[in-house]
């Protein structure tokens, strides 16, 4: 069974920037779609960024313009690169792949945004 791990989060100043990251175990990490969400205390898990097998991405609205997914199958990994953060940005954040009807999370990495 396939495996996602994040990193990459942290804690930033409101405009800095981060880069997360999604590596997956096994090897047909090309064929999975896949997607980043957000979770704050309280909240719900929210989509925020996808990016198909093919390569088509899709945004929150919000995010448009200051979020950019990406994936490398060379690594098996996906990116998701956070430029001009905000305090509301502030959450866990998790990868999630599917393949067919599965759907696999990772455990999530902390993103926090303060001054």
């Known amino acids: 069974q396939v495996q996602f791990v994040e990193s990459g989060g942290g804690l930033v100043q409101p405009g800095g920037s981060l880069r997360l990251s999604c590596a997956a175990s096994?090897?047909?990490?090309?064929?999975?779609?896949m997607g980043w969400y957000r979770q704050a205390p309280g909240k719900q898990r929210d989509f925020v960024a996808s990016?198909?097998?093919?390569?088509?991405?899709n945004y929150l609205e919000d995010v448009l313009g200051r979020f950019t997914i990406s994936r490398d199958n060379s690594k098996n990994t996906v990116y998701l690169q956070m430029n001009s953060l905000r305090v509301e940005d502030a959450a866990v954040y998790y990868c999630?792949?599917?393949?067919?009807?599965?759907?696999?999370w990772g455990q999530g990495t902390q993103v926090t945004v303060s001054s």
């Open positions: 990016i198909t097998r093919d390569g088509t991405a």
């Open positions: 096994g090897s047909i990490f090309d064929l999975y779609d």
């Open positions: 999630k792949g599917s393949l067919g009807r599965k759907d696999y």
